[in-house]
């Protein structure tokens, strides 16, 4: 079999999230977040489960440091929790939490392993949520306000820098659906959280080109690749209909200025007014260095008059994830092929991976279905860099198992494995199976 070898310099990673995997909620001087806040209210998560603990990461980053070492990984991206750094979300430092960051970093540093720093996934100050949250526009200021001081504090040392975490789902599972923090049910309200989430954006990467840092800055947005269910002249516009609204929504404003076309007419359909200078387009368009993007399926569908949107979704028949995932490897080559010709900047894929069943057997993981899962997907990675792709690096979603939002504990996409009761890690088989591609620098074609 032929190996498919990769670019020298591309980065394998491996990625988490502050409030999946840190634990420590109320330690030293963090302040209180909307996921800590959502998560203890009763009935919103599975078996009423939080991160208070979570892998308890918090004190045990350093142990979590050598076995990224160990799998030889070149890159880790984590996130940075808000009130950690500004417990009331602005104002009053903590310098406890930064200190944490710091420990982590030099950790990551000295095992060679490049820091790639989410600046906001999902856990936003509740302190702010209490002045109106995302809702209301001055959020997007304090966020830049506390992205700045992270610029400043790390912005040496720190390579990779992604402003927001898929705005896309905290917008709409978050604001229209209810099933995410903050819990609210207002579909106007999803649009208004997501348009100044990419002010927030925007004014981060304002702030992080007048500071003259020498790193590279992005976002991180959430794709599916779309398919029409058959060729009929409305399920391709259904298709194409699901891409604006579920892949462009919150990239066309950063490279082309302008919502998609079916923003608008959602917002017209319900008499929803939604109004904001038009410069806030200058902001939120302020260059990038690059996409990342979160592949995990596919998405199928196919006109439906009944459904929202005329759109209605259609199950794939192949192999589905623990999560009811379809597997769909091609999907994401089509979408960096996709993403690529239609926006022409580096990409990294900053998360794809699998959730399974795993069990402990004789001390060990088999977890063949996410070895076939992390093949597949790496292997389409390489040939959309052979057909023309400039594709950076690649994190599998995730370093160990973790709090998955809604779904508690109960969904393992680690390539760690952890015993939440002991807080021991053990690699589990596809951590090995990593390992082998970092070394070699490809997978067997
Ligand atoms: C993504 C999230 C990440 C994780 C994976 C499974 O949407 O960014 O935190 O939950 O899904």
Known sequence: MAKLVFPKEFLWGAATASYQIEGAWNEDGKGESIWDRFAHTPGTIYENQNGDIACDHYHRYEEDVELMAEIGLKAYRFSISWPRIFPEGRGKLNPKGVYFYEKLIDKLLEKNIKPAITLYHWDLPQALEDKGGWLNRDTAKYFSEYANFMFYKFGDVVPIWITLNEPFVSAFLGYAWGWHAPGKKDMKGAFVAGHNMLLAHGLAVQAYRDGGYKGNIGITINVATVYPETNSEEDLKAAEKQDAFGNRWFIDPIFKRKYPEIIWRILEENNWSFV????????????????GINYYTRNIVAYDKNSHLGVKRVEGPNEHTDMGWEVYPDGLYDILIQLYRDYKIPIYITENGAAYNDTVED??????????????????AYFAIRDGVDLRGYFVWSLMDNFEWAHGYSKRFGIIYVDYNTQKRILKDSAYFYKKIIEENGVDG
């Not at 904001?276 to 996409?291: N, T, V, Y």
């Not at 001390?363 to 292997?379: F, Q």
């Open 276 to 291: 904001f200078p038009a410069s806030d387009f200058d902001i939120i368009s302020s260059p990038i260095d690059f996409m």
């Open 363 to 380: 001390g060990r993981i088999r977890d063949i279905n996410r070895i076939n899962y992390l093949k597949e997907h790496i292997k389409r």
